[in-house]
């Protein structure tokens, strides 16, 4: 698995990129950032968009070996992105709100 220019994972990068971004920007926004940070293809980038947003079903079924704990961003319905809080945001069972 490719590592960024610093040694961290795509996922990483994403998360670190989302808080300098004020925890809520778009995807290109991130994606944008993200590829300036290491040798990841653009398609790894976009997968790791919807890999770990935790309110996405699809993303379960396609990423089965993702447990909810690695699961990080939330999908808006304005489709920006924001760091999952639970408190905040629900809690989510196979990308369904349950709380």
Request: aromatic share 12%; glycine share 10%.
């Amino acid at each position: 698995m490719p590592k960024g220019y610093l040694g961290e994972t795509c996922a990483e990068a994403i998360r670190t990129v989302l808080g300098r971004l004020g925890n809520r920007a778009s995807a290109e926004e991130i994606f944008n950032q993200v590829r300036e940070m290491g040798s990841w293809t653009e398609d790894h980038i976009w997968q790791g968009l919807m890999e770990f947003v935790v309110n996405l079903p699809p993303s379960y079924r396609h990423w089965q070996g993702t447990h909810l704990e690695k699961r990080f961003l939330f999908l808006r319905e304005d489709g920006d992105y924001e760091l999952y809080q639970p408190a905040r945001h629900g809690r989510y069972e196979e990308g369904r709100r349950i709380i």
